[in-house]
């Protein structure tokens, strides 16, 4: 294929200033220009931007899948985009060669989807909850992997025209698994390069209620959207479990149930159930769809 184009897409709430600029900086320092950046003001005004790059300002917090849908929708309608890169509004490049290392990746392979970042604290500190693997012991462990990080990565355009957006109903949580997993059934490849750095500010596990609400809730929805019927039930018992070990909070318990039984009993989109090769597939990866 020929030379990939970068595209850049940034969401901010407004509450980022300071570290929005410092993003957009890092940026356009990069060595290979990227050829559209365009930023999303999900519900807030955006501070000016620098020269050449593109704000779209939202009257009302849509939630981060919208949201990202409507920075792709802007840099399809350009035109001139074929890899699209999602970075946090508090992420940081530290070096100038992101975008040509990951057009060379892309160049180099046409059934490459998704390429996923490291994402690394001030002192290069990588959380074992931000390797998309489940074996995470080594942050630096490069390779094919099933699931990737929303803060930094890559896109294939022609994936996304392929397979379709992010899960607009999601609002947050598990959206980057809904959109990993019907990009695997798709015969596309998903590579975790840790050479590839977003700088972001070490973050605490704890979570609020909202958050174990809808990260109950989307899981239950992911399952009855894409897994095979004689899997729903395995990979939600399986995390049944997993909640009641982990969870010390009896409030963020009564959460993440109730967003469970929202999860059940709502509607979750159109049903396309993977195919049992794809589960296969992802168990050779290291992570069947069960955990």
């Known amino acids: 294929m020929s030379r990939p184009r970068v595209g850049v897409a940034v969401l901010t709430m407004g509450n980022r200033p300071a570290e929005l600029r410092a993003l957009l900086d890092s940026v356009a320092k990069q060595r290979e220009p990227a050829a559209r950046v365009v930023v999303v003001g999900n519900g807030s005004p955006l501070p000016e931007l620098p020269d050449g790059m593109l704000g779209v300002e939202l009257a009302e917090n849509l939630g981060l899948p919208t949201g990202r849908n409507i ?3 802007t840099l399809r309608e350009a035109g001139d985009v074929d890899v699209l890169v999602d970075l946090d509004d ?11 290392r990951l057009a060379d990746l892309y160049e180099a392979d046409p059934r490459l989807g998704i390429v996923s970042f490291r994402i690394a604290d001030e002192t290069g500190f990588t959380q074992r909850r931000h390797v998309p693997r489940l074996r995470a012991g080594d942050p630096m462990q490069r390779g094919y992997v099933t699931t990737f990080l929303g803060g930094g990565h890559g896109l294939s355009m022609r994936m996304l025209d392929e397979i379709g957006g992010w899960p607009d109903s ?12 019907r990009a695997l059934d798709a015969d596309w490849k998903i590579l975790y390069e840790p050479e590839l750095v977003l700088q972001h500010p070490r973050t605490s596990p704890a979570r609020h209620a909202v958050y174990c609400r809808m990260t109950a809730r989307n899981r239950v929805w992911m399952a009855r959207r894409h897994l095979p019927a004689l899997l729903v039930p395995v990979y939600l018992g399986t ?6 070990a982990r969870t010390r909070s009896p409030a963020g318990l009564r959460a993440w149930f109730g ?3 929202e999860g059940v ?4 989109g159109e049903r396309r159930p993977m195919r049992w090769r794809t589960v296969w597939r992802m168990t050779r990866l290291g992570r069947p769809p069960v955990v």
């Open 71 to 73: 920075a792709m929708a």
């Open 90 to 100: 508090d992420g940081l490049l530290i070096e100038a060669d992101v975008f040509t």
């Open 170 to 181: 999601f609002f947050f949580t598990h959206e980057e698994t809904d959109l990993a997993w």
């Open 239 to 244: 995390w049944i479990l997993l909640t009641l």
């Open 259 to 261: 967003g469970f039984a």
């Open 265 to 268: 009993r709502t509607p979750c």
